[in-house]
């Protein structure tokens, strides 16, 4: 038989011409399964080239790169320094503030006895100067003013304190849930100084105070007062429970691996 081989190329030559089948081999193809994905002409794709001179690069976070104003570094140095450092309770009461739907109730009574603006008040005064019959006892309103609500709390007259959380500086506030207790007068410890200050019409308040309400509103106050003093004034716990005292996640792992040091080395003692 002829040699259908080609010239100067061997049965196993990788050069050997493709159309050659050579005997005792089988000749597998290979088959591409993908589908090419079908281009949508109603939403072609536009990649973007963010280089120099094209489009324009997305916003990135750069907040760990910004010099922040003194007052924001202020307020974060303090806030992880009072998580390091370990807070007397006298301080660390001010941590445990009534929750939202605690604070809802609070807030729906206390509104309901905001007092008067300055242009209520001159329509009141001008609407009672032409009346004949003059009005006896004042309207029940909420008090405010540091100095007011303590000659209040002392005398026994106010019948629910609320007192805010973020007083800067504390100690204008520390003392007063100590005196609200001597004097029996039930309190809550709620947040944000500023919507206090919105009940008085003022840019903040420290603290706040009903010395009297409607009759439509005895029950409501009844049930604050319990849980105030269920929460605040009859806690023991409050007044033992020191705070702070946490330390950074780089000493945790720290201690973690101390331990784990620690560990191994006792087990070895205890092989031997």
């Known amino acids: 038989p002829s040699d259908t081989r080609l010239p100067h190329c ?12 050579m005997p005792g081999r089988r000749v597998v193809r290979k ?4 589908k090419k994905a079908k281009k949508d002409p109603l939403f072609p794709a536009r990649p973007r080239n963010f280089t120099i001179g094209n489009a324009v690069q997305h916003k990135r976070d750069l907040g760990r790169f910004v010099k922040w104003p003194r007052y924001v570094r202020v307020q974060r140095q303090r806030k992880i320094l009072q998580t390091r ?15 939202r739907n605690q604070a809802a109730e609070v807030f729906k009574l206390l509104a309901k006895y905001s007092p008067e603006t300055k242009a209520e008040k001159r329509d009141r005064i001008a609407a009672a100067a032409g009346a004949a019959v003059k009005t006896g006892e004042a309207p029940a309103v909420l008090k405010f003013g540091l100095n007011h609500v303590t000659q209040l709390i002392e005398s026994k007259k106010a019948k629910f304190v609320a007192i805010a959380n ?37 840019k903040r308040a420290a ?3 009903l010395t009297k309400v409607n009759g439509a ?44 040091l620690i560990r191994e080395e006792l087990a070895k003692k205890a092989k031997m």
């Open 10 to 21: 061997s049965p196993r030559s990788p050069r050997a011409h493709p159309a050659v089948i």
């Open 85 to 99: 450092l370990k807070v007397p309770p006298a301080l660390n009461q001010f941590k445990a503030a009534l929750d």
């Open 207 to 209: 603290v706040v105070a």
């Open 166 to 202: 973020d007083v800067d500086p504390v100690e204008l506030v520390v003392w007063l849930p100590a005196l609200c207790r001597k004097m029996d007068v039930p309190y809550v410890i709620v947040k944000n100084r500023g919507r206090l200050g919105t009940l008085v019409h003022q």
């Open 31 to 34: 088959v591409n399964n993908k």
């Open 217 to 260: 509103d005895a029950a409501r106050l009844e049930s604050v007062t319990t849980m105030a003093r269920a929460q605040f004034n009859d806690n023991a716990d409050a007044l033992r429970k020191w705070g702070g005292g946490k330390v950074g996640l780089k000493t945790q792992r720290k201690l973690e691996k101390r331990e784990a």
